[in-house]
Structures are given as C-alpha cells and as structure tokens.
C-alpha cells in the first residue's frame, strides 16, 4: 500500500503509522520494552522533527503548511499523545531506521490530518535527514535528562550519608579488616568514607555526559551532509537548542559521531561505576545489620517490609538487596554496550538500539533507586549503640599500641594468651 491509500484508509487516527512500521513489527517479535515505553526516545526523536520542519521551512525546501502540521504533530507527541502509536520494540536491526520510519509515519499521518494535504514520512517530515544523524542526536537528547536525574539522586544518598555521620558524631564501632576484628573507628568516619566515594563516581558520569551534547543532525548518512539542503545543519541544531533547552553544539566530527557508540558506552561505563559503589555501601550496611542476634547487629534498617511468609516478625535488608541488583543490572548493560560498541563497522555503528535500552533503563534505575536507597533505608537506619560497645572488646587497639612501644612479636603473643 503507498502512503496515500494508508492516508484515506485511516479510520479516525485510530493507526496512525504505515508500511514500514508494521513491515518492522513482523521482522522484530522480540519480547521487552516499546518504544511506548519508552517516551523520553519518543520525545525526544520527535523534537528531532520539529527542528528539521522549521529549519527545512526556513530554507525553503519545505512548504509552510506543511511544516507547521509537521510541527504541530511533533508538539502533540512530545505533550505525550500518540504514544500508543509507538509500537516497535526498542532494540530491533538496522540501527534504529524503523524507530525513525516509526516517527516520520506518525507525524506525517497526523500532519497529513491537520493540514489537509498529503504529508509524507520520508519526503517531508525526514527530509534533509537520515537515520545515521537523527538517532545519535535523539538518543543524546533522551539520555542527558536521566543523566541529571542520576546526579540529582545520587548527590542526595551522599547527603543522607554525611547527615547520619553528623548524628552519630560521637560514636566509635569496631572497624573490621577481612571480615575479622580490627581496630576502633568513629562512626562519623564511616559514613563519610562512603559518601566520600559517590563524588568521583558522580564526576565520572558528569565527564561521560559531556560529549553527548556534540550531536551530528546534519550529517545525514555518512558524515557528509548529502541530501541536505546547504545550512540545513546549521538551522537544525539552533531550532533543537531552542526545543530542548540543552547547549547542543555541531559534532566536530559528524563522521565519527556516526559510526562510533563510544560516548554512549562511556556513559553506561560510569553509570555502571556508580551502580558498583551504591552496591558497596548497601553490602556494607547489610553485613552490619546481620542477624541480629546471630550476627553483627550493630545497625537496625528500617523494616519497610515483612521478610518471610513463614517466620513472623523476620525483617530482610531488601533495600540494600535492590541496590546490589541493579548494580548488577548495570553492569550487564555495560558489557552489551562494549560489545555492541566493538562490533561497529565502518560508517555506522549499527548496534545502537541495545545500548540505548541499556542506557535508558540503567540511567532510570539508578535514579530511582538512589531515592529509594537514601530516603527509605540510609535516612531511618540506627546504630545499636549497646551491640556496638560490646562488640568493642574485640578490638586490637591495644596490640597496636603495646607493638609500638614492647615490638610486634611482644604483643602478638600478648593476644593469642
């Protein structure tokens, strides 16, 4: 069916997309998320189109009418309407071409709709453009929102940590070395030792997030720009600037831009780092509130939950439990970016999409679950001042202060009598 019989077969805008999409949909029955699922890609793909249309209305290679019902359906999807018309799973061949077909057949329908003309996909709302260059760009503009979200959370679980340090000032735990009594240190130290290690975990993502705003729109599909109209590039990315509100700039090189998922597998690398020391500090509070009789119990957890269908009043640390799992969530993303970002080949990287889900669900679950971390399990947890002094008497501050001035061997021995 050509685009103008799917035209005057719409029943109502009830389907909106076309041949393409639904050619997809066959070759692509993977289970997993929908590009409805999935709107902030949807978003922002779309804000992609709207600055093309007005950039291509500019240059005069694209009508008025159209470009403003091109515009007006691109307003619609990115207002959240229409997601259902999103169908195809997000990780599919080909690079991304039939998310990109998705959007250019849904816009070009509802367009078509609003204007009264025949919009379309490829000749009007793709015009200038290819998948090679909208998809990095679409990709970059979803993935530095969650990545600001992340920041936003992370820095709050460093805060809630300083915060417990600030409260428990004058305590001092049994430290442990290899899971055996060590020496005595303050609580304070503790806490702030953890929140010590978000920050350059945060600083890695900040640094990973930098190269995305450099988006290649304008290269079409090789880098060099063919098939767009002169200053098309130009126009484009002020109108997306202006759309997004992010400091987008030209790729220096919209040919690597293109064919190299590295900037997107930097950003799944720290994310991924960050997961690990979440994971670290919630293995370390889980340990402490072991037992409580049978373990360490210097540390009570908020008891969000019940733990057991069958042993009443048993409490299971599931926070902590949830941080370690999407920690290791993130770093089954990071090994699929790598080697999707490996396998690239010559002009295009054509492995894209599984790093973008990858990127887009790790990006939300270490936002969430840093909320979650920080408010329901680090903001409510409590010392057990009373286990934390008697565990105290295993402490070898004492051996370390008689080997300084009787020598090692002298106090090693004093502490095996």
């Known amino acids: 069916m050509n685009w103008s019989d799917h035209l005057a077969n719409l029943n109502g805008g009830e389907i909106l997309y076309g041949a393409q999409t639904a050619q997809a949909l066959t070759n692509f029955p993977l289970a997993g998320p929908r590009l409805s699922e999935r709107p902030e890609l949807v978003k922002a793909v779309a804000a992609v189109k709207i600055a093309a249309a007005r950039a291509n209305v500019a240059l005069g290679e694209l009508d008025e009418t159209r470009g403003r019902a091109i515009v007006a359906a691109g307003a619609e999807v990115r207002a959240g309407r229409h997601l259902g018309q999103f169908v195809l799973p997000v990780v599919q061949g080909g690079g991304g071409t ?26 009007h709302v793709n015009r200038g453009q290819s998948t090679n260059d909208v998809m990095p760009t679409a990709i970059a503009i979803a993935v530095i929102p969650l990545i600001d979200q992340a920041l936003v959370s992370l820095r709050r679980v460093a ?209 969430r679950v840093s909320e979650v971390f920080a408010e329901r399990c680090i903001t409510g947890l409590r010392w057990r001042e009373d286990t934390v002094a008697r565990n105290l008497a295993g402490s070898l501050e004492p051996a370390v202060l008689t080997a300084t001035t009787d020598g090692y061997e002298s106090a090693a021995r004093s502490v095996h009598r």
């Open 98 to 123: 039939s998310t990109n077909m998705n959007m250019n057949e849904v816009l070009a329908a509802r367009a078509s709709q609003l204007s009264d003309l025949v919009v379309h996909p490829n000749d």
């Open 159 to 367: 805060e809630s940590l300083e915060n417990k340090a600030v409260e428990y000032d004058d305590l001092v735990h049994l430290g442990r070395t290899c899971l055996q009594d060590a020496v005595p240190i303050p609580v304070a130290d503790f806490h702030r030792g953890q929140a010590a290690s978000i920050g350059p975990a945060m600083d890695a993502l900040v640094a990973a997030a930098s190269e995305l705003y450099a988006v290649p729109l304008g290269g079409t599909a090789v880098g060099t720009g063919l098939g767009a109209a002169p200053g098309f590039a130009e126009a484009a990315l002020d109108e997306l600037t202006e759309i997004t509100g992010l400091a987008l700039t030209a790729a220096p090189s919209p040919s690597y831009s293109l064919a190299s998922l590295e900037p997107l597998t930097a950003v799944t690398e720290a994310a991924s780092r960050a997961g690990r020391v979440l994971a670290r500090i919630a293995r370390d509070l889980r340990l402490l509130a072991s037992g409580p009789v049978g373990g360490i119990g210097e540390i009570e957890l908020p008891a969000v939950q019940a733990g057991s269908s069958i042993m009443p009043g048993k409490v299971n640390p599931v926070i902590p439990e949830l941080v370690m799992q999407v920690s290791f969530l993130l770093n089954g993303a990071t090994a699929t970016a790598r080697s999707a970002t490996e396998v690239g080949e010559l002009e295009v990287s054509a492995m894209a999409p599984v790093v973008t889900l990858g990127l887009l669900d790790g990006l939300t679950n270490l936002h």
